[in-house]
Nanobody
Framework: VQLQASGGGLAQAGGSLRLSCAAS????????IAWFCQAPGKEREFVAA????????YSADSVKGRFTVSRDNAKNTVYLQMNSLKPEDTAVYYC?????????????????WGQGTQVTVSS
C-alpha cells in the first residue's frame, strides 16, 4: 500500500482542519493506520491510530477531545479531524500503516509512511 497525506494548511488558534490519508492498493482495509506529527527539531510523535475494520481508535493525551481519527475503507481513506487547534499543534503530519494492532505509539513500529502535510496554527 502507498499513502498520500493532504489537507494541511494555515489555521488560527481555535480553528479546525481535516487531514486525509489516501491509500492505493486493494488491501487497505487490512492495515491499521496512524497519524504522527513532527515539529522542527523534535522527534516524530504519535497522534492517533485506528484499527483495520472495527473502527477502534486511540489518541495521544495531548489531542484527546480535540482530534478524531476515522476511516472509510470504501474510499481507501483515513481522516484526522482537528478541532480547537493550538499553536503547539504546528508540525508536519504524517500517516503511517502497519499490519497488526494499533497499540503502537512508536514511529519505529510503523513500516509504511506517506509524505507529510504541513499544519501551521497561528495564535
Amino acid at each position: 500500500v502507498q499513502l498520500q497525506a493532504s489537507g494541511g494548511g494555515l489555521a488560527q488558534a481555535g480553528g479546525s482542519l481535516r487531514l486525509s490519508c489516501a491509500a492505493s492498493g486493494r488491501t487497505f482495509s487490512t492495515y491499521a493506520i496512524a497519524w504522527f506529527c513532527q515539529a522542527p527539531g523534535k522527534e516524530r510523535e504519535f497522534v492517533a491510530a485506528i484499527s483495520q475494520s472495527t473502527g477502534s481508535a486511540y489518541s495521544a493525551d495531548s489531542v484527546k477531545g480535540r482530534f478524531t481519527v476515522s476511516r472509510d475503507n470504501a474510499k481507501n481513506t483515513v481522516y484526522l479531524q482537528m478541532n480547537s487547534l493550538k499553536p503547539e499543534d504546528t508540525a508536519v503530519y504524517y500517516c503511517a500503516a502497519r499490519y497488526g494492532g494499533i497499540w503502537a505509539p512508536g514511529a519505529f513500529e510503523w513500516n509504511i509512511w506517506g509524505q507529510g502535510t504541513q499544519v501551521t496554527v497561528s495564535s
